[in-house]
């Protein structure tokens, strides 16, 4: 479903990345909840604690950023459709209730988080509004009631 290597060169130790966590993760969203996981909030710098000391943390970082980058305009360009279903599939693979997911997901907007920092305006937006008309459709097949935004 989601695409090998990356189009691009980087580091040997995200070619180790890639194939020992990355490729084994099926889906675009999960790679990305992956990727996302590893910038740093505070600094939007991604850190990846699998390096050996001698690694440059800047070129990681920057490696990382465009493995992000590169995975979020693949995920952005697929139709509707194969979004919602690579989420159901991502959806399938957690111990989680999925209407217990989809409910908190509404309430807390995590998807949101899942931008690289480089991407603006129209990319931006569309993952957003995709999410969210995918977020209304799944609300109806796990029977989630409306957000508690008390919550």
Request: net charge negative.
């Amino acid at each position: 479903m989601v695409s090998g290597r990356p189009s691009f060169q980087v580091p040997e130790i995200l070619r180790d990345l890639w194939t020992r966590e990355l490729s084994l993760i099926p889906t675009y969203y999960g790679r990305m909840v992956f990727l996302a996981g590893l910038r740093n909030p505070d600094t939007g710098q991604y850190e990846y604690y699998g390096c050996p000391d001698h690694t440059s943390t800047i070129s990681v970082s920057q490696g990382l950023k465009r493995i992000h980058e590169e995975i979020f305009r693949e995920w952005v360009s697929q139709p509707l459709e194969r979004k919602k279903a690579d989420i159901e599939f991502y959806l399938e693979g957690l111990e989680i209730d999925p209407a217990d997911l989809v409910d908190a997901w509404l309430r807390l907007t995590p998807y949101k988080n899942l931008v690289p920092g480089s991407i603006q305006g129209p990319e931006r937006q569309k993952h957003i509004s995709d999410i969210e008309a995918i977020l209304g459709l799944l609300k109806n097949v796990y029977g989630v009631s409306s957000p508690d935004q008390d919550a």
